[in-house]
């Protein structure tokens, strides 16, 4: 498991008389002492030593994908599921309200979102539930 990274808290209080920065406005480096998540991965997902996290399908699911080089079927066994960036979570926030959790997922795994959209369509309602609990898990 990748280590997390120290948090950094500066205390940006003002003086109120002089505008200036108060002398407990030092930076403050807080080591993260432990994992205290709220959010439980679910028993059948699996931590990578990179920090991602696979999860097996409980049914597997086939997409016949179709492109310039022609036709070919890709198998889904399982989903790896990465730490999610800024620019992911903006995706995700810009997305409409019925396509969010899929552009989340598609983010998370890395893969095309029409490539998610279509996963998603077939994936059984309890994969979908432990997804987002893992990409919740990595969030936190």
């Known amino acids: 498991m990748k280590p997390q990274p120290s948090t950094l808290v500066i205390d940006e209080t003002e003086d ?4 200036a920065q108060a002398a407990t406005g030092a930076a403050v480096v807080i080591e ?3 994992e205290d998540k ?4 679910p028993a059948r997902a699996v ?7 696979t999860l097996p399908l409980l049914v597997p699911v086939t997409l016949t994908v179709k492109n310039a080089r022609g036709t070919k079927e890709e198998r889904y066994d399982e ?5 999610m960036t800024g620019l992911d979570l903006r995706l995700v926030a810009q997305a409409p ?3 969010q959790t899929i552009v989340a997922m598609a983010r998370a795994a890395k893969i095309s979102t029409q490539r998610m959209d279509a ?3 077939q994936l059984k309602a309890k994969d979908v539930t432990a997804a987002t609990a893992v990409i919740s898990f990595l969030n936190e």
């Open 16 to 19: 109120e008389a002089t505008g």
């Open 47 to 53: 931590r990578n030593e990179d920090g991602t996290i």
């Open 79 to 83: 989903i790896v599921f990465h730490e």
């Open 97 to 99: 309200a019925e396509k």
């Open 119 to 121: 996963l998603f369509d």
């Open 38 to 41: 709220k959010t439980k991965l």
């Open 32 to 34: 993260d002492e432990g």
